[in-house]
């Protein structure tokens, strides 16, 4: 069974940072290209970054430009967003996704408060 799974969200008071990371198994981890996405409460759901299957290509929403890094560790099949500088608008559910195989994960919870 293909699994995406995030790990590293909770709270972090503005300025912080945080990495979150998201765990893939059951399927050719390397071989797909990935996106983080977000959603925050009553907001639709956002695309923060993607990256291509070899780590080469990366690309980042407006919002998160020059604050949050992507990259992925393609032996152990595990996919990054480090984020810095963070804000309370970056507060939201981070989910990782391979959209060539329609594979998400259960999302972690980014709280971005004083």
């Known amino acids: 069974q293909a699994l995406l799974v995030e790990s590293g969200g909770g709270l972090v008071q503005p300025g912080g940072s945080l990495r979150l990371s998201c765990a893939g198994s059951?399927?050719?981890?390397?071989?797909?290209?990935l996106r983080w996405y977000r959603q925050a409460p009553g907001k639709e759901r956002e695309l923060v970054a993607y990256i291509d299957s070899i780590g080469v290509r990366r690309d980042y929403g407006d919002t998160v430009k020059g604050r949050f890094t992507m990259s992925r560790n393609n032996r152990e099949n595990t996919l990054y967003l480090q984020m810095n500088s963070l804000k309370p608008d970056d507060t939201a559910v981070y989910y990782c996704n391979a959209p060539l195989i329609n594979l998400w994960g259960q999302g972690t919870q980014v709280t971005v408060s004083s």
């Open positions: 059951g399927f050719n981890f390397g071989a797909y290209a």
